[in-house]
């Protein structure tokens, strides 16, 4: 079986610097992936060389066993791969609902305006904006923002979704709203791959774990072998307390 | 009756008004009228790439002046003048389109300063090529042979069908996808990209327009004034009052740059009248108070109203 | 050898179109505004020049000095008490606003000064120096080595004075800058002040080399932005560099081409840099 999305020793290079290097690993439908490591370990970045704003420098990316990395970020949305940003990044003086109904006529093609607004109201209702919908973007809580973020994702009609800090900036309570409506996604059958750098909101959630550090994979697993890893929790914690926690395994 | 049912009515009055002046008025009446169409058809070009896109382009002058010289040229070799537009709109499409191809991956004032130099590039050329453009001396064109009353009607109702194809295709441009999309770019082009929009290609149809609709202005200028010279037609005065008109009447609105060139070009007209050599000085005076003046709403366009009245309306 | 005379003029133009290119980049560097009334600061100062020489009898490299006050004190005006108004809106309200004023400055001097072409005959000319089979006019050469000590002086005033770093700081940061009390405003129109004195002493130097009329305004204008973008926007060192390059393309493009097509030969190469480097070049994304 050919998996959804597989990456092949995929580099990426800024200048110099390498910011994801040899990266191999795939994705099979139906997966919920947390993708962690510490900040500025290269995860945004390898989002970004998937949806091709930063194109691979080397290696290969299949979708669906064909090859997407010479692919421009348009061409990639309309393959059913989307991702929200760190930053939210909405068209700020247009409403709630026409930022949705620019995902559901661009990338999933739906060609008339008024069948795309229908569409998007579908998709605020599910997280929760319809309230908001003729609201200009730019007038939402940060909250909001996230979940305007994912609604417009939704309306791209992926398969694949990938969550770049959703929860970065909300309080508890919004993290937990947040999560709920991730597993609402997924129970869709959307594949998804979280970035964290917070373990504790990937274990609930995810039955895989992937690491980055330093632009390297390090870890893929079983959540429970990851967060067990010594590498990993060196990687995290720095190197002391992974001895402490070695010791107290022995 | 709807907003856009009043706006459809005065439309058709104002059309009629427009298409009986011919009969009603004088020569200098009608020369003016077809210089604001004409000013009018810029402004609604630059809209394209300006209003609709937000790129600061500061080209119409270079399309302007390259539709005047390719219609005049191929005119002044016997092509008939219908023809020789049609081959203004032509050349000023497809050198748009290469032009966009490179200057489109620039963004705010280095885009801003590449447009506003390819007017003085062109001018350069067409001084340089003596044998084709007739180089600083000028070009003449055909005489037709009609009589003044005659030339003025029918420039006056060429201008007029101009004027008509371009508001029409603003129209079917802002209540399309493309329109949609182009907006979404001038908001945040990154995002545009991702939400799945072709945004290159958006942007250069959008640049192409402009070019376009710019040239075939450029095409009709030539023959109906019969002589054309480039410091005439490239003057850089071609690439800023169209934008001057677009920022009072309303940026990337559908019937702003045509009631701003009106506008624009009575306030022009008593400037002309009343200081013969300040001119240009009270014009640069006009443009400034203009500028420091503006209410900054005009500057941003309500998306919202226009796409809930064609909800609506459907 | 032919050569070595072309990579002369070129060297010399290049010197020239330096000095004009740094004051517009700097301008637009800092207060992210293209200043269309340039080209126009020039011709002042090139008239600045030539009537404090048939009048005064005053050399124009004297002239510099006044031309640059003069200039740079027009510019601190216009700036604190026209531009300073709407410097945060988007370029095409800040490139308006210049052309507007560039309209009124033109039909001034066009007034007071006629369209007829000017220029400097100097009485006591350096005369030409011979190297070889390379002749060298040495009032252009030594307008060209003023103005390199100029921008010299500008790159020094940039990084030792406190004006220079409150520059740098606006550049950078305009909040941060504000909140660290520097007066954001008078910065803006001190830079402005700068760009002009710059354009007012190379039209002053350039009133020896080339004849001037108020149309000559948008050539120098034109080039002056080619230059930035060649070069880098809002460095003092990439306008220098770009400045050469394009005096240097200017020279030998007139071999080949002629000279009528300078601006066009040199928005050409700026193209295909543009294609190789999709992204600009020295920061012309950036600043």
Request: hydrophobic letters at 55%.
């Amino acid at each position: 079986m050919t998996a959804l999305l597989e990456l092949k020793n995929v580099s990426r290079s800024f200048g110099g610097v390498k910011a994801v290097r040899d990266v191999s690993l795939t994705l099979q439908p139906g997966q919920i992936v947390g993708l962690i490591g510490p900040n500025g370990a290269g995860k945004s970045t390898l989002v970004n060389v998937i949806t091709g704003v930063h194109p691979a420098t080397a290696g290969e990316i299949l979708h669906n066993g064909e090859p997407i990395q010479n692919l421009k970020p348009f061409q990639i949305s309309a393959r059913g791969i989307a991702r929200t940003f760190q930053v939210v990044q909405p068209f700020p003086s247009m409403t709630v609902v026409e930022n949705v109904m620019a995902g559901a006529m661009f990338a999933a093609g739906v060609m008339s305006m008024t069948e795309a607004r229908a569409v998007a109201m579908e998709h605020l209702t599910f997280t929760g904006l319809a309230a908001q919908a003729d609201r200009p973007a730019n007038q939402l809580t940060l909250a909001n923002r996230k979940r305007l973020e994912l609604a417009k994702s939704l309306a791209m009609n992926p398969h694949i979704l990938m969550l770049d800090e959703v929860n970065a900036g909300l309080n508890t309570a919004e993290i937990n709203q947040a999560l709920d409506l991730i597993r609402a996604i997924a129970a869709r059958g959307i594949s998804i791959v979280i970035i964290e750098h917070l373990l504790k909101v990937v274990t609930g959630l995810c039955s895989r774990i992937v690491v980055l550090h330093h632009g390297e994979l390090i870890a893929d697993d079983a959540t429970a072998d990851v967060i067990n890893d010594p590498r990993v929790i060196e990687a995290y914690l720095g190197s002391r307390f992974a001895e402490r926690q070695m010791v107290r395994h022995d | 009756m709807t907003k856009a049912q009043t706006q459809f009515l005065l439309l058709i009055v104002g059309a009629a008004v427009l298409l009986l002046l011919p009969v009603m008025s004088g020569n200098y009446t009608l020369r003016l009228a077809t210089i604001m169409m004409m000013y009018a058809t810029l402004a609604m070009a630059w809209n394209f790439i300006g209003g609709f896109t937000g790129y600061p382009s500061f080209g119409i002058a270079a399309f302007f002046g390259l539709g005047a010289y390719a219609g005049a040229v191929v005119q002044a070799r016997g092509v008939p003048v219908v023809l020789a537009w049609a081959f203004a709109i032509v050349i000023g499409s497809l050198f748009a389109y290469a032009l966009g191809l490179i200057l489109l991956r620039l963004r705010g004032h280095a885009f801003a300063i590449a447009t506003l130099v390819i007017a003085e590039v062109l001018r350069e050329l067409t001084n340089g090529m003596t044998d084709l453009t007739g180089g600083g001396m000028g070009l003449n064109l055909p005489f037709f042979g009609w009589g003044p009353d005659a030339l003025g009607r029918f420039f006056f109702y060429a201008m007029f069908a101009l004027a008509a194809i371009t508001l029409a295709t603003t129209y079917i441009v802002a209540h399309s996808r493309l329109g949609f999309g182009l907006n979404c770019i001038k908001q945040n082009e990154d995002a545009a990209d991702i939400v799945g929009i072709n945004t290159t290609r958006y942007k250069i149809i959008a640049f192409t327009l402009s070019g376009g609709f710019a040239a075939a202005a450029g095409g009709l200028y030539a023959s109906w004034t019969g002589y054309i010279e480039p410091s005439d037609v490239y003057d850089i005065l071609f690439s800023i009052k169209p934008i001057l008109m677009v920022l009072l009447g309303g940026m990337g609105t559908i019937f702003g740059p045509a009631l701003g060139a009106v506008v624009f070009l009575v306030l022009d007209e008593i400037v002309w009248r009343n200081f013969l050599q300040l001119h240009t000085g009270i014009l640069g005076l006009l443009i400034v108070i203009l500028i420091l003046f503006l209410p900054a709403g005009v500057l941003s366009f309500d998306w919202r109203a226009l796409l809930k009245k064609k909800v609506s309306a459907t | 050898m032919i050569f070595f005379q072309y990579l002369v003029n070129g060297l010399i133009l290049g010197g020239l179109y330096a000095c004009i290119a740094t004051g517009f980049s700097l301008v637009w560097g800092v207060l992210s505004i293209i200043n269309i009334l340039h080209g126009s600061f020039i011709v002042l100062g090139a008239y600045i020049g030539i009537f404090s020489y048939t009048m005064l009898g005053i050399h124009p490299f004297v002239s510099v000095i006044t031309a640059g006050i003069v200039l740079g004190a027009l510019g601190y005006v216009v700036q604190l008490g026209i531009i300073n108004r709407v410097v945060a809106q988007s370029v095409l309200v800040t490139l308006i606003l210049t052309f507007g004023l560039e309209l009124m400055m033109n039909n001034a001097m066009l007034v007071a000064f006629t369209a007829d072409y000017r220029k400097v005959i100097l009485e006591k000319s350096l005369g030409v120096l011979e190297i070889g089979n390379v002749f060298i006019a040495m009032d252009r050469a030594v307008a060209t080595v003023i103005a390199f000590v100029l921008i010299f002086l500008l790159w020094l005033l940039m990084r030792l004075t406190s004006i220079g770093r409150a520059i740098v700081a606006v550049r950078f940061d305009r909040e941060a800058a504000s909140l660290m009390g520097i007066d954001v405003k008078k910065t803006y129109a001190i830079t402005f002040a700068l760009g002009g004195a710059m354009a007012g002493a190379a039209g002053s130097l350039m009133s020896v080399s080339f004849p001037i009329s108020p149309l000559s305004g948008p050539l120098f204008l034109s080039k002056a932005f080619v230059i930035c973008i060649l070069g880098g926007v809002g460095s003092v060192p990439g306008a220098a560099l770009g400045g050469l390059i394009f005096g240097m393309l200017e020279s030998f493009g007139a071999v080949f081409f002629g000279a009528e097509y300078a601006l066009t030969l040199a928005f050409i190469v700026l193209i295909i840099l543009l294609l190789v480097r999709p992204h600009g070049l020295l920061g012309v994304k950036g600043f």
